[in-house]
């Protein structure tokens, strides 16, 4: 069945520092979404992408659907401490149901 | 609009019992889900509601879990009986087609 897979699994930096985590599918997908679960909450949907090498901001997120549509990227620049939490990465194989990636779980140094 | 809406958001039960979770999607939803995030892995898949119809059940674990959805509102999960295993936290979520899920807060459970 569909796989998707994140790394890192953890990721820690300092304020101020990037961050970029990466989710890759064993299968084409037609959509992909990213989500953001702060300590003790729930998911909280960010964004979707839809198109082959599509890029979408946010602030300062970016997001970056492959030219394959088989991977995707979330990158923060300049990390704040209201970035913390685990970030996933959902893939949708056309027709079924979108597949959570295992997430990424940010901490922020102040 | 109000989100989606889960009771209760703890329960500790004891092995064998049973217990019911409680899903209130957004309203004009018709697509439910539910997953649920065992021991702080991945968020899995348990099943789709599209209104009151089975859309996907193939998450479900065993048949000790039962999702129902009357009328194509609120949905319950109901675990019986429970085991060790089940301890998580469960998440419901609706959708409209094609939209991003709007999650409820879950409802964390323990089977001691």
């Known amino acids: 069945g569909q796989q998707v897979m994140q790394i890192p699994q953890y990721q820690h930096v300092q304020e101020g520092e990037d961050f970029t985590t990466y989710c890759n599918s064993s299968?084409?997908?037609?959509?992909i979404q990213w989500y953001k679960q702060r300590p003790g909450g729930h998911p909280v949907f960010l964004i979707q992408?839809?198109?082959?090498?599509e890029v979408k901001k946010q602030k300062r997120l970016t997001f970056q659907f492959g030219e394959a549509k088989k991977n995707s990227s979330l990158h923060i620049t300049a990390t704040q401490t209201t970035d913390v939490g685990t970030y996933f990465c959902?893939?949708?194989?056309?027709?079924?149901?979108?597949?959570f990636g295992p997430g990424t779980r940010l901490s922020v140094l102040p | 609009e109000a989100g989606v809406t889960q009771f209760p958001s703890h329960s500790v039960i004891e092995k064998g019992q049973t217990v019911t979770l409680r899903c209130d999607p957004i309203?004009?939803?018709?697509?439910l889900y539910w997953y649920r995030r065992v021991m702080g892995k991945e968020i899995k898949f348990l099943l789709h509601?599209?209104?009151?119809?089975?859309?996907?059940e193939s998450g479900m674990p065993n048949n000790r879990f039962l999702a129902e959805r009357t009328g194509g509102t609120y949905s319950t999960l109901k675990v019986q009986p429970a085991e060790l295993e089940d301890s998580g936290v469960y998440f419901c979520?609706?959708?409209?087609?094609?939209?991003?899920?709007?999650f409820g807060s879950g409802t964390r459970l323990t089977v001691v």
């Open positions: 509601f599209v209104k009151e119809s089975k859309q996907d």
């Open positions: 959902a893939g949708l194989n056309y027709g079924q149901n979108f597949v």
């Open positions: 309203s004009g939803h018709d697509n």
């Open positions: 979520a609706s959708s409209r087609v094609n939209y991003g899920y709007t």
């Open positions: 992408l839809v198109k082959s090498g």
């Open positions: 299968t084409t997908l037609s959509n």
